[in-house]
């Protein structure tokens, strides 16, 4: 008899977040400026029922689900991460754009890709000692697509001998 395995849950962490804007040749990544990102479904609106002459209803039909890209991020205004990009800068630059993401949530994970109309992240925030942080909902052009995650490389050894 075998051991049914316990699921094991992913965590969103040491995952990698980038932008690709029309025209650019590669994506900007900016892994270390998301505190979390969140691709949210929502049920599309079922429709009224509607009731017909004999008394009865017909059940409205079902709508389509729409997406979100739900961000909250560090402002980096004053100074770019190592890679000379800001989340906040970008997000200003193509506001309005719809453009590529790619979203892997950990190093083992599954990778999400899809499009999104860019919105300007909010700039500034309460004074004090913190680091503020922006919030936006981006509207994705459709459901994530998924892709599985890169098998690790494997090593072979081999062992001397006749």
Known sequence: MTTPTKPVASRV??????????????????????TAVTLTPEA??????????????????????????NLVSIQQIEQADD???SLVLYALEHDGEQIEFSFK?????????????????????????TAPTSESEWPMGGPPTVAPPTPAARTTTTSGGA
């Open 13 to 34: 962490r040491k995952g990698v977040f980038s932008l690709k804007a029309a025209g650019e040749t590669t994506a900007t990544v900016f892994s270390c400026s998301p």
């Open 44 to 69: 599309g609106d079922a429709g009224d029922d509607l009731e017909v002459l004999c008394g009865e209803a017909i059940k409205g039909a079902p709508g389509t689900t729409a997406w979100t890209l």
């Open 83 to 85: 890679a000379g990009k």
């Open 105 to 129: 949530p950990g190093p083992t994970t599954k990778t999400f890709t899809g499009t999104v109309t860019v919105i300007a992240l909010g700039i500034g925030g309460e004074v004090g000692g």
